[in-house]
């Protein structure tokens, strides 16, 4: 069993499309993440929602924008692409227990290249 | 504000013989740290994690790790590397937020 799905695994589009991206834990986690690889590998957070509310907001320009429909789902639509925006994106999710850390569990990526 | 440091871009080691990934971590408060594998093409996989205790922490696949509060650093090691080693690796600190390392590659060599 599959516990973080990403679909699709690959996306390969044009600039200026609007694209969507989406993700599904079945580990009853509450809260789930979108991650950003580089070229260069570098891994970095972009959101996180806990419970269907967003908890982390980093400086992502605003054409990027992540939608959840209940604490199972994640999705990221990303409007007016553009060649910087190729990247593979990683979903993940943790539980969020009393304690101040929390496992996180990374789905297979999405890899998308803008052309 | 936290941050990670892996100094190691890239290392390549003989299969059979010993691996050492360096991480040097910048964190306010008690840390918490990880070690994730990527084989390439894949998601990341969790190896181990520090949260409290024992310094010296085991993860799957035979590695360990060693956090050295006085160093900052969070090092990972496995005594004896198999050609399924080769992978990223990535060093990551935080609670609910990470924040990664850059990574360093390994290749093993027959």
């Known amino acids: 069993d599959t516990a973080v799905s990403q679909t699709p695994k690959y996306l390969v589009t044009q600039m200026g499309n609007d694209k969507s991206i989406k993700c599904e834990q079945n580990l009853g986690h509450d809260t789930m993440y979108w991650y950003k690889q580089d070229s260069k590998k570098f891994l970095k957070i972009m959101f996180s929602y806990n419970n269907k509310e967003l908890i982390i907001n980093e400086t992502v320009p605003n054409r990027f924008s992540p939608k959840s429909p209940d604490k199972a789902h994640l999705n990221l639509h990303i409007n007016s692409l553009e060649l910087g925006d190729s990247a593979v994106y990683f979903c993940a999710s943790s539980p969020m227990t009393s304690q101040a850390y929390n496992e996180q569990f990374f789905g297979p990526g999405t890899r998308l290249t803008v052309l | 504000a936290q941050s990670v440091t892996q100094p190691d871009i890239h290392i390549t080691v003989s299969e059979g013989a010993s691996l050492e990934l360096r991480c040097n971590y910048s964190y306010g408060a008690t840390p918490y740290l990880f070690w994730y594998v990527q084989s390439p093409g894949q998601g990341l996989q969790l190896l181990l994690k520090y949260f409290s205790g024992d310094t010296l922490v085991q993860g799957i696949k035979g590695f360990e790790a060693e956090f050295k509060r006085s160093q900052s650093s969070f090092n990972l090691r496995k005594p004896s590397v198999h050609w399924s080693d080769a992978a990223e690796y990535f060093c990551?600190?935080?609670?609910?937020?990470?924040?990664f390392g850059a990574g360093t590659t390994v290749t093993v060599r027959a």
């Open positions: 990551a600190v935080g609670d609910y937020k990470l924040s």
